[in-house]
């Protein structure tokens, strides 16, 4: 099967409304819309050769932080904020970071048949916190 520009910008929408959307579940919406049969490698394939979509970790990101209410009180700090007089040049800008040292890869490859394993320590490790500052 050869997919088309149409199924390219079919694809490219599903997977914009839901990252998630496993190959089985793109494949079955294939059939559905458009009546064609592919299979999981060849749809692999065409997502990221021609939708250029590749397999990451999903971030997860939590459901108010684009809550209309939510984004209402950013605009009113935000508007608060600018009626101060503040001198941004005389502002230190401060970003904090953290990860852990043990921290392992949540994906890995094995031999077809042979399940993927990892050795993972038994406590969870020291966790390092990053500070950084511009003026």
Same mark, same amino acid.
């Given at each position: 099967v050869v997919l088309t520009d149409e199924h390219t910008a079919f694809l490219e929408n599903l997977y914009d409304k839901d990252t998630s959307t496993t190959l089985k579940e793109a494949k079955q919406e294939l059939k559905k819309h458009f009546d064609i049969d592919i299979t999981q490698s060849g749809l692999q394939k065409h997502l990221v050769k021609k939708c250029g979509l590749t397999m990451k970790k999903l971030e997860k990101i939590s459901e108010k932080r684009n809550d209309?209410?939510?984004?209402?009180?950013?605009?009113?700090?935000?508007?608060?904020?600018?009626?101060? $007089?503040?001198?941004?040049?005389?502002c230190i800008f401060i970003?904090?970071?953290?990860? $852990?040292?043990?921290?392992?890869r949540t994906f890995g490859r094995s031999k077809r048949g042979k399940p993927a394993k990892a050795v993972v320590p038994k406590n969870r490790g020291v966790t390092i916190s990053i500070l950084g500052a511009i003026a």
């Open positions: 209309p209410a939510t984004i209402k009180a950013r605009m009113v700090w935000a508007l608060a904020l600018s009626h101060q $007089n503040i001198d941004y040049m005389k970003d904090e970071a953290g990860f $852990n040292l043990h921290i392992k």
